[in-house]
Every structure is written in C-alpha cells, then in structure tokens.
C-alpha cells in the first residue's frame, strides 16, 4: 500500500478556527450587497473592487503562509491568526454603527478581512492514507473551510434582519432577501450584527481549543531547514507543477473567485432588475463544496486527469451559455425572464469547480513525490486564490464599460485552453504520466 503523511498537526478545534477565518472572509460578499440594498452611496464598480482588494490581500497573505512552511500550519499558529481576526471584525462593528460610511476605511476593511481566507490549505489530522483514496480524503480536508462559505452566505443575510446586539440599523432602498425570502425596501437592517458574530465565532473557538486541545500531542519536529527549502526548488522547478497550478486556477481558482463575486453579480444581473440575490447566492458556493469529496471520487475511479477534461469543457460551454444569457438579459425590456437561466447555469460553474478541484488534487499525488505532496497542494492553493482577485476585477472592468458578457467569454476561452493541454499532456498514450 503506498501512503504519505498528510499532516502532523491539524484537528476538530482548528478546523473551527479554518471555518472562522474563511467566515469573516466571506462576509464581505454579503456586506456589499447589503450596502448596495441600503444605498450606502457606493457604485457597482467601487463595491466590485473592494471584492478584489480583499481577494489581492488572501493571495498575499497566503503566499506569506506559503513560505513560513510548516510553521504556518501549525495549531497555535492557526490560533493565534484566528485571534487576530478580532481586529477586522471589531473594525466592521465600528464602521457599520457610525456612517456615513468612509470608502476609503471600507477599502481597509477589506484588505484586513483577506486575511481570514488566508489560512484554508489544511488538512485533518491522518499520520497515513492510503494513496488509491487520495482523492476523496483531500476532497474532504480541503471542504473544511468551504463550511465557512455556505454559513457567512446563509446565516449572515438572515441574522442581519434581527436586532441581536443593539445595532444601528440601516434602512433598505432597494428590495433585499436572506435564506428565507425577499426584504421589502423600507425594512431596517443590522449591518453590525456581521461583526459581532464574527466576534462571537472567534471567542467560541477559542474556548473551543482551550477545552479540546489534545494534552499528549508530542510537539512538531524544527522545520525551514536548508532541506525543507530544497523542497520548495524542487516542486518550482518541476513542470508538472506549473502546469497543474495552472489547471488548479482554472478550477479552484474559478470556485473561490466566483464564490465571493456571485451575489454581487445576481444583484447586478441587470440595470431594471433587482432580484434578491442573497436568498439564492448561497446555494452555488454550497454546490461547490459538496462536488468536492464526489470529484475526488471520480478521479479515484476514472482518474484525475479524465475528470479534469470533463470539468474543463462543462465549465466552457456553461460559460459560453452564461455569456449568452447575460447579453440577452442586457437588451431584453424584460431581463428578469434570463435570471433563472443564469442562476441555473453558474450552479453548474460551481459543481465542475468543485469537482475539478479534487479531480487535480489527485493527479498531483502521482505526478509529484508524495513527500513533497503538502508543499505542492500549498503552492497551488496559493496561486489559486488569485480568483478572488481577478474575477472580481473583471466584473468591475465590465461594470464600468457596461459590457457584462465579455469577462464570461474569456473565462471559456481559458477554460478550453486548459481542456486541450489535459488532453496533450495527460491523455495521450505517451504521455509521461498518463491519466493521473
């Protein structure tokens, strides 16, 4: 049987940390609808953008967590960034009870709010697994974090609504939603609220590992020896990983920049139609991560590269077909009849996402050396995260030339470049490794 250590460090309270940070991260998605929908004085286009300042800080930050090493994945470490998190969420509370609200603070704020996605690459607690079910156990590890997405874009709109903390509220100028249904304009909503339960999250989870933290754990071996950076050479200098770094953009990648720019863009899906975007805007992300452990299985079964090709060309046509939709919603005096259509397909962009995530995961554990299996999937997720940055960029380039359906065309022009490199590189009979 071949195995490969996964990790040394990871358990159930860090995992509620993982899910904290990832939480606040991913507030931000709802925070800028609900400035939208209070009419807060800000355009598409700024609200876009601080999207992708906080999708610009996630990368940073996680390139910085890339070569720390091991270190950054220790638990205490771990902790210590979770209890940082105070500051940004603290920060939130005291923007939102004090408007007029500061563009220049909220750009802030969302820089500091990257950080909480900035620490998602890591992995349960295994000393060994078996390689022939790599798939589905990074699929699993890796959907930790994705439990954060589904609550900040589900509970957050809907615990918005209530007066928990003696918020100021703010009034809604356009029609709003949460998980239970749409928000009549005039209704008050309690922005801060976000805030303090983050505040809430981080305290629980402190206690959390002060009361479940294992006593006997031996402590981690010293590590960002000359060896471990022997380690990072090797896999740069290995094509097969900028190749699947590549292919990871394409999937991971996509999954994380659509994630934070989805509801955003249902609630720009046309200039005379408002939907209520945060009643459906969670349901794609949470899509996503459930496809995760299944395309591991896949790629378990099929193999990882066939599983990628597949992905790849769904993720074309359903781009090709979104682009579509959004033109037509663009010169249609009735666009609210093209809004099922584009929620339909990008829940389809979100499930080849997820499946081709873990699809890559598992031909990484054949084309690279397993013991340097953890530092790859690190760089890759690394790389990856510039999807909350550039996604969000391009919306903000299309909201200010009015040309929504371009950024959605290039997407499968990508999408397709990566399907015929799959094929070159890993379908043919010839291929170094083939079908991993």
């Not at 950080?115 to 589905?136: E, N, R």
């Not at 003696?166 to 009034?171: L, V």
């Not at 100028?173 to 805030?195: E, F, R, T």
């Not at 950076?229 to 999937?251: D, G, Q, S």
Request: net charge positive.
């Amino acid at each position: 049987m071949n195995t490969v250590r996964t990790s040394s460090t990871v358990d159930k309270p860090t995992a509620i940390n993982l899910i904290v940070g990832m939480t606040l991260w991913m507030s931000l998605s709802v925070l800028v609808v609900q400035l939208f929908t209070v009419d807060a004085g800000f355009s598409f286009a700024q609200l876009y953008r601080l999207l992708a300042i906080s999708g610009l800080s996630a990368t940073v930050w996680h390139f910085v967590f890339f070569w720390l090493g091991e270190r950054a994945m220790q638990a205490r470490f771990i902790y210590l960034s979770t209890a940082a998190l105070l500051l940004p969420a603290i920060a939130m509370i005291w923007l939102l009870m004090n408007p007029p609200l500061s563009y220049t603070a909220l750009q802030w704020l969302a820089a500091a709010c990257g950080f909480g996605g900035a620490q998602f690459i890591a992995f349960t607690h295994h000393d060994k697994v078996d390689q022939s079910g790599l798939g589905w156990t990074l699929a699993v590890n890796a959907g930790i974090a994705g439990i954060g997405i589904v609550i900040a874009q589900a509970a957050l709109p809907f615990l918005s609504s209530f007066n928990l903390f003696g918020a100021t509220p703010w009034f809604t100028a356009h029609g709003s939603g949460d998980i239970v249904g749409i928000i009549a304009p005039g209704a008050p909503l309690y922005l801060a609220n976000i805030g303090w339960l983050i505040v809430a999250a981080i305290v629980l989870a402190t206690i959390t590992w002060q009361v479940a933290r294992p006593s006997t754990r031996q402590p981690a071996p010293p590590l960002g020896s000359l060896t471990d950076r022997t380690h990072y050479r090797a896999i740069l200098r290995n094509k097969h990983t900028w190749l699947m770094t590549l292919f990871y953009v394409m999937a991971f990648g996509s999954f994380i920049g659509f994630t934070i720019t989805f509801p955003l863009s249902l609630q720009t899906f046309s200039a005379t139609y408002a939907p209520s975007a945060l009643t459906y805007a969670w349901i794609g992300p949470l899509l996503g991560v459930l496809a995760r452990p299944f395309g591991g299985w896949l790629a378990d079964l099929f193999g990882g590269a066939k599983v990628t090709l597949w992905c790849a060309l769904v993720l074309t046509v359903s781009c090709i077909v979104a682009g579509a939709i959004t033109f037509q919603a663009s010169q249609s005096p009735l666009p609210e009849q093209w809004f099922l259509g584009y929620l339909l397909i990008f829940l389809v962009i979100f499930i080849a996402t997820g499946a081709a995530s873990s699809a890559i995961f598992r031909s990484v554990s054949v084309v690279l050396p397993l013991e340097r299996l953890p530092l790859a999937l690190r760089w890759l997720t690394a790389v990856a995260t510039a999807g909350a940055a550039y996604i969000p960029t391009l919306w903000y380039i299309n909201s200010t030339h009015a040309t929504p359906a371009i950024a959605l065309f290039v997407f499968a022009a990508f999408y397709l470049l990566c399907a015929v490199l799959v094929s070159v590189m890993y379908l043919r009979n010839r291929s170094e490794f083939y079908n991993p």
